[in-house]
């Protein structure tokens, strides 16, 4: 499973991508909001920092203005890839985009249903947000299972990327349960790197080799 980080912050993006973990980015309007960045300036850098793909969301609400927002997003950079709504607007904006030669991430998926929609009209990528389902009861990892299931029983391409991951455990669990990506926050890649015990074995061979050197 390849590893994304969901975040708009250049500072962020900069130390999880010099682990040479890091196989592209998502982003969405609130993240760039939250930390006062434009999409063009975002971009400028990230494009930098990490080679694959980065996914950027479109505001418009009808499949033409989708369309023309997404060409021009693209026109940033190569990496771009667009995330969609899981609407009927954005099922239609696929053609068009496709036809533009632009890459699509269907975002906003709850359901397997949806994520078998987003395969037909095209979808590069779906984001189905296991967070969100988790937060109202749900099981997200039982429904990546359901669409890993469907689209492996069909020989669909679509890429499944698991989105909306509030702990480090829904990383075990999406991995488990079939997802392509996790996009994963920054604070959860901080909570995934470390554990007690490395730190604890850590400090006792340190511990053991300054004895050492002092006989």
Do not use: C
């Not at 850098?45 to 021009?72: C, N």
């Not at 607007?89 to 053609?95: D, I, N, T």
């Amino acid at each position: 499973m390849k590893l994304y980080l969901d975040s708009a912050d250049l500072r962020e993006v900069a130390e999880i991508a010099a682990w040479n973990v890091l196989s592209g980015i998502t982003t969405n309007p609130s993240l760039l909001a939250k930390v006062g960045q434009t999409v063009e300036g975002f971009m400028a850098r990230a494009a930098d920092l990490v080679s694959g793909p980065i996914s950027l969301e479109v505001m418009a609400e009808a499949a033409a203005a989708m369309v023309a927002e997404a060409k021009q997003l693209k026109k940033l950079g190569e990496q771009v890839v667009i995330k969609v709504p899981m609407t009927a607007e954005g099922l239609k904006a696929q053609k068009g985009m496709h036809a533009a030669g632009l890459k699509t991430n269907i975002t906003l998926v709850f359901s397997a249903n949806q994520a078998l929609l987003a395969a037909a009209a095209g979808g590069d990528y779906v984001s189905p947000f296991m967070g969100r389902l988790d937060d109202n009861g749900a099981q997200g990892f039982q429904l990546i299972q359901e669409i890993k299931a469907i689209y492996r029983e069909y020989g669909i391409k679509t890429k499944i990327i698991a989105a909306s991951l509030r702990t480090a455990r829904e990383v075990t669990d999406a991995a488990l349960a079939g997802a392509d990506i996790a996009t994963v926050p920054y604070a959860i890649f901080q909570k995934m790197v470390g554990h007690p015990l490395t730190d604890l074995g850590i400090e006792r061979f340190q511990q053991d080799w300054a004895a050492a050197q002092s006989k």
